[in-house]
């Protein structure tokens, strides 16, 4: 009797210190937040689950103030001046190691999950890849690709003579996937070909369950577990993508060298970086720089549809500058700046990654916004929260174009330092040049070709409201396209 009775209440009591030290005693005790989620970690794991964490954090810092504790070692600010203090000291605030996330049955280094030297070796190497040189050679394919997705769209709008209704979620999606796979190494999956997904696509956007699976790793144990009874046949398909990127790396890095730039070249030109290394950094680059683009584009046309005097100054200003659409191209493109505007409205308002970025800061502790912070802990601003904070921004909610023209009157208070779309520091998002490209590219052509309008009885999907796994899932954004005669 004496030892079942020592045996019950053993977990009382941890559980008991346990939420005794959090609350109480823990050095980041003295910060606001909901109770049970500074007493445990499991509440904004489950947020994070169900694809309600960006949410949730914006919530709490409506509810609790700047600076708001989300779990028990972890803080979540919004005062502009952490992005400096967090993320421009990249070999001090490391990636926590729950969140270095490693291919299934991949050991090799990559962007996201190695150590901050190899971080530093990776970048260097794939540095001239990301160039803005790089992004000015590869534009004649992405004008190219361009073309493609509008010879398809045409077909369809002359089989009925005058418009036609797509998923703008879809073709973007297409047009993304095939662009950054060319780009990357070479050959492109063949989507606007067919006008459907590749089997590689649809595996390597399974987010929710990657979610899922990095949660556990808080959890050693459960995560140990998960791994030990998962069978080798729910793999298969990750199985089955890494064998087409091995292929798809492989036969680039067979082929001889050529004028032609693209990444895996870069890769190759560096004898330092391995097969397998190529290999994650490839399906990386491809799975991320298609993600951000699709997500830009379509929260833009999203937002320009529901803003129609936005649109209507936008196609106003593209098609009296561009007398032919041979006209459009990328340096033509940077003098454009309501075409700029625009588009950092849509990543303020649709951010390509909308939750934290999370660190951990260093041994010896760090001051933050002011506060100083104790060696360990974790520190994160969220994008979806500070781009909507009305300390940030004036009118946080509505797309205004207008904040980031040099005439911005109305929005001289907006904090324009608390924006920061591609992050900072050493940890910056790498293929920015190209993006911009991309960005400028395809929605310049696009609503310069076509009348873009919402289809009568559609209601389009409120972005803010869709939920979020690492990435926005997106929910099919039906538009009506009409060609400009």
Same mark, same amino acid.
């Given at each position: 009797m004496a030892l079942a009775a020592i045996l019950v209440l053993l977990p009382i009591l941890y559980l008991s210190?346990?939420?005794? /030290?959090?609350? *109480?005693?823990?050095?980041?005790?003295?910060?606001?937040?909901? @109770?049970?989620?500074?007493?445990? =970690? +499991?509440p904004s794991l489950l947020a994070m689950m169900r694809g309600e964490i960006p949410h949730r954090i914006q919530q709490l810092h409506e509810n609790y103030g700047d600076v708001v504790r989300v779990a028990p070692e972890e803080l979540s600010f919004l005062d502009p001046t952490a992005w400096r203090d967090i993320y421009s000291k990249g070999r001090d605030f490391v990636r926590p190691s729950q969140?270095?996330?490693?291919?299934? &049955?991949?050991?090799?280094?990559?962007?996201?999950?190695?150590?901050? !030297?190899?971080? $530093?070796?990776?970048?260097?190497?794939?540095?001239?890849?990301?160039?803005?040189?790089?992004?000015?050679?590869?534009?004649?394919?992405?004008? !190219? /690709?361009?073309?493609? @997705?509008?010879t398809k769209l045409d077909a369809k709008i002359d089989t009925t003579s005058d418009s036609t209704t797509i998923d703008i979620v879809e073709w973007i999606n297409y047009l993304a996937f095939d662009l950054i796979a060319d780009l990357?190494? &070479?050959? !492109?999956?063949?989507?606007?070909?067919?006008?459907?997904?590749?089997?590689?696509?649809?595996?390597?956007?399974? +987010?929710?369950?990657?979610?899922?699976?990095?949660?556990?790793?808080?959890?050693?144990?459960l995560y140990s577990l998960l791994m030990a009874i998962t069978p080798?046949?729910?793999?298969?398909?990750?199985?089955?993508? *890494?064998?087409?990127?091995?292929?798809?790396?492989?036969?680039?890095?067979?082929?001889?060298?050529?004028? =032609? #730039?693209? @990444?895996?070249?870069?890769?190759?030109?560096?004898?330092?970086?391995?097969?397998?290394?190529?290999?994650?950094?490839?399906?990386m680059i491809v799975a991320a720089g298609s993600e951000s683009v699709t997500t830009v584009l379509t929260g833009v046309i999203n937002h320009l549809l529901r803003n129609p005097d936005k649109l209507a100054t936008l196609v106003t200003t593209l098609r009296t500058t561009f007398p032919t659409e041979q006209d459009i191209t990328g340096s033509a493109l940077k003098s454009i700046p309501y075409l700029d505007a625009v588009l950092n409205e849509g990543m303020r308002l649709c951010p390509?990654? #909308?939750?934290?970025?999370? =660190?951990?800061?260093?041994?010896? &502790? $760090?001051?933050v916004a002011g506060h100083v912070i104790p060696g360990g802990m974790v520190v994160a601003i969220p994008p979806f929260a500070s781009y909507r904070a009305p300390r940030n921004f004036t009118h946080p909610t509505e797309f205004a174009p207008e904040r980031w023209l040099p005439d911005n009157k109305g929005f001289e208070r907006d904090s324009k330092i608390a924006f920061n779309p591609f992050s900072l520091g050493q940890h910056n998002c790498p293929g920015q040049n190209l993006a911009w490209l991309e960005l400028r590219v395809i929605l $310049?052509?696009?609503? *310069?070709? /076509?009348?873009? !309008?919402?289809?009568? &009885?559609?209601? @389009?999907?409120? *972005?803010?409201?869709?939920?979020?796994?690492?990435?926005?899932?997106?929910? $099919?954004?039906?538009?009506r396209f009409q060609r400009v005669r």
């Open positions: 210190s346990h939420v005794i /030290y959090n609350l *109480w005693l823990h050095p980041l005790a003295k910060y606001p937040g909901p @109770l049970l989620w500074r007493a445990f =970690r +499991f969140y270095k996330d490693q291919p299934p &049955g991949k050991t090799a280094s990559n962007l996201i999950a190695c150590s901050e !030297s190899e971080h $530093a070796r990776l970048r260097k190497i794939l540095a001239p890849g990301f160039s803005e040189k790089y992004a000015v050679d590869q534009e004649p394919f992405i004008q !190219s /690709y361009i073309t493609k @997705l509008f990357t190494w &070479g050959s !492109s999956f063949g989507c606007l070909d067919g006008l459907t997904y590749h089997p590689w696509i649809q595996t390597v956007s399974q +987010f929710k369950a990657a979610i899922i699976v990095g949660a556990l790793k808080f959890y050693p144990w080798p046949s729910a793999l298969q398909p990750v199985m089955d993508m *890494w064998q087409l990127t091995e292929q798809s790396v492989r036969k680039r890095a067979s082929t001889p060298a050529s004028t =032609r #730039p693209d @990444l895996v070249g870069t890769m190759l030109s560096s004898e330092s970086m391995t097969q397998e290394e190529m290999e994650v950094n490839a399906m390509t990654i #909308p939750d934290a970025m999370r =660190r951990q800061v260093p041994a010896g &502790g $760090a001051t $310049a052509r696009l609503l *310069w070709r /076509y009348e873009v !309008s919402i289809p009568p &009885g559609v209601e @389009l999907p409120r *972005w803010e409201e869709q939920g979020i796994w690492w990435f926005w899932d997106k929910k $099919a954004t039906p538009v």
